[in-house]
């Protein structure tokens, strides 16, 4: 079956970086984009960012552009998001997931359902 599962996720300090992983399974993961949502306690899901599955297009949330950088190892059937002076604002479970859109405007809506995500806690 389908599965992506994340990893990488753990409590830091402010200022400090966290590299997530996506490992895919079960699909041809090098025919779609990949897209990471996060979700904080009492807020909406927001989308982070999203990557194609050439990684000629890529997509930020303008709250963390210049800080977060997504790649992808399609040889390894994983997207990664390098997440880089961190703020306590980007305290949430973070999900991957196959995107509908991905374009440098925004992406959309993912395929399937959530999985359990990995929890990124940043104190000050």
């Known amino acids: 079956e389908v599965q992506l599962v994340e990893s990488g996720g753990g409590l830091v300090q402010a200022g400090e970086s966290l590299r997530l992983s996506c490992a895919a399974s079960?699909?041809?993961?090098?025919?779609?984009?990949i897209g990471w949502w996060r979700q904080a306690p009492g807020k909406e899901r927001e989308e982070v960012s999203c990557?194609?599955?050439?990684?000629?297009?890529?997509y930020y949330v303008d709250s963390v552009k210049g800080r977060f950088a997504i790649s992808r190892d399609n040889a390894k059937n994983t997207v990664y998001l390098q997440m880089n002076n961190l703020k306590p604002g980007d305290t949430a479970v973070y999900h991957c997931?196959?995107?509908?859109?991905?374009?440098?405007?925004?992406?959309?809506?993912?395929?399937?359902?959530w999985g359990q995500g990995t929890q990124v806690t940043v104190s000050t």
């Open positions: 079960g699909f041809s993961f090098d025919h779609w984009a």
């Open positions: 990557i194609s599955s050439d990684s000629i297009t890529t």
């Open positions: 997931a196959v995107p509908l859109l991905c374009s440098s405007y925004g992406t959309s809506g993912p395929v399937g359902s």
